[in-house]
């Protein structure tokens, strides 16, 4: 027996503004499964208030109730879940679900120069274009030069994996030059090898600030001034269940949460076989996880069980870092977070950091994205060197606080 391809993700939208809309996932499982759907939502930009998430290791159901608004694009974000549930093709209407796995296929790599007259906001408005259009960015490098001019070089992928043709290069120009107007000066696309790519890495070197802190491991290590989230509570309990640990989370809640966690366990290899979530008062959250190894055995190994729950508290406390330090005589804002054993950034964090300096007047002279090993993981680094003109009238304290609380979702 199969399922109709229509009925493997169902939207319900709310009928009053402000109440969630109910996502309803039913498909074949598979391990990460539960990151790759929060992922999606997250790009989105959707806040995910409720979850429960049911599944024998073949079958799954898993139901989200989120909150949008009214730019939130249903349909779309329906053909993405579905595109990232197991043996799901849209080859045709109505279509039953094949055994088989396939790997996808590395995405194409595209460089897209922009020329263009500096202002205010430029890189948050171009930014949020090419979120629009779907367009990862996979590296930047910008630049501006003394006349006043920017040259901003985005290494994109295509979620529609349409960019090599004419008519998604024209739709792509069309878009930036809505919103850049006559601040346009020239936009140019085109296919990159790998050889290109590896030539546009960023810096290998990090000031010692960032280092430091991307080897935080153990909340006994936060240096003071840290800005982290706050009552973190992680514990395993074995005695509930024969054949699963329970992991039971108390935290503060904060943009992408679900997806700290499911990314987390998807990087341990940690299959979820039943799990509730839901917020509570005061921006409070409770998860019950009854999870397995890959092996379908419950944890009982005391290592594994600290290693599991220092990371996790590790990731809920800092999901992502942010500090802001001297770059000679200039200032850096400095913001990273971990990478996916898959490869796959955290949604939106570039979008955000932009709109934070938008939103606090501070304009960018030069930025860049890079991937950085430290210690035994890979962090996305994002460097943003701030345009001080006749003096930052912002003081530090209050850009590091300000970027952290829009990526948080706390403003």
Not at 85 to 90: E, G, L, Q
Not at 168 to 187: F, P, V, W
Not at 390 to 395: E, K, M, N, R, W
């Amino acid at each position: 027996m199969g399922i109709l391809y229509d009925d493997v993700v169902i939207i319900s939208q709310s009928d009053k503004e402000g109440d969630p809309c109910v996502i309803t996932v039913n498909c074949p499982d598979k391990t990460g499964l539960g990151c790759d759907l929060c992922r999606i939502i997250l790009f989105f930009g959707l806040s995910i208030v409720r979850g429960d998430v049911s599944t024998d290791g073949k079958w799954c159901y898993i139901v989200f109730w989120v909150i949008g608004d009214s730019q939130t694009r249903w349909g779309l974000l329906k053909k993405r879940l579905m595109g990232a549930c197991p043996s799901c093709s849209s080859a045709s209407v109505v279509l039953y679900y094949r055994a088989e796995m396939q790997a996808p296929k590395p995405s194409d790599v595209f460089l897209l120069k922009l020329s263009c007259y500096d202002r205010k906001g430029l890189l948050y408005d171009v930014t949020a274009v090419l979120c629009e259009l779907e367009l990862t960015i996979e590296k930047v490098k910008i630049s501006t030069t003394p006349d006043g001019k920017v040259m901003d070089l985005f290494f994109v992928t295509d979620t529609r994996e349409l960019l090599h043709t004419r008519k998604r290069q024209e739709d792509t120009y069309e878009h930036l030059k809505t919103i850049l107007g006559n601040a346009m000066i020239s936009c140019d696309v085109e296919m990159v090898g790998t050889e290109i790519t590896a030539c546009s890495q960023a810096s290998s070197f990090l000031p010692s600030a960032i280092i430091d802190m991307l080897h935080l491991d153990m909340p006994v290590e936060l240096p003071s001034g840290s800005l982290t989230s706050s009552n973190v509570s992680v514990t395993i309990d074995n005695s509930l269940s024969p054949g699963h640990t329970l992991v039971q989370i108390v935290c503060q809640d904060h943009k992408g949460l679900l997806y700290d966690i499911m990314r987390t366990l998807k990087d341990y290899n940690i299959q979820v076989s039943y799990g509730r979530f839901s917020r509570r008062q005061r921006g409070n959250c409770e998860i019950d996880l009854f999870i397995m190894q890959a092996d379908g055995k419950k944890i009982v190994d005391p290592s594994k069980q600290n290693g599991l729950c220092s990371r996790l508290w590790m990731e809920l406390l800092q999901p992502l870092r942010v500090t802001v330090v001297s770059r000679g005589p200039d200032t850096e804002l400095l913001v990273a977070n971990p990478v996916e054993l898959s490869g796959k950034g955290r949604p939106l964090v570039f979008h955000d950091i932009t709109l934070a300096l938008k939103m606090l007047d501070i304009c960018i002279f030069s930025a860049e994205i890079g991937r950085h090993m430290i210690g035994d993981r890979e962090w996305e680094v994002y460097r943003v060197l701030l345009d001080e003109g006749d003096g930052l009238s912002v003081p530090r304290n209050k850009i590091k606080e300000g970027v952290w609380k829009l990526l948080m979702g706390w403003e």
